[in-house]
């Protein structure tokens, strides 16, 4: 597992942490039901829209790693091809 990897998983276990203490800890908080279902809705488009910034977040990361893997792949290619070539 690399570095990246393990740094979304983090992040992604640390977000739905955070929504369930949020969730837990909003119901044993003295309001009306009306205030609370308002605060849990309002709470759970926080929560989407972090989560969708950490889906783009880790597609970036993605695609760099991908970028970053095809340089070093057509380097060793080419490398490979001169030393084919080359005179012995």
Do not use: Y
Request: charged share 20%.
């Amino acid at each position: 597992m690399n570095a990246s990897s393990s740094a979304l998983r983090f992040t992604l276990g640390f977000i739905c942490g955070a929504a369930a203490s949020i969730i837990v800890g909003s119901l044993f908080i003295p309001r009306s039901g009306i205030q609370n279902r308002e605060q849990v809705a309002n709470r759970g488009i926080e929560l989407k829209n972090r989560a969708e910034e950490t889906v783009r977040r880790a597609q970036e990361i993605a695609n760099e790693t991908v970028a970053k893997v095809q340089v070093a792949a057509q380097d060793i290619i080419q490398r490979g091809t001169v030393s084919a070539t080359s005179p012995q």
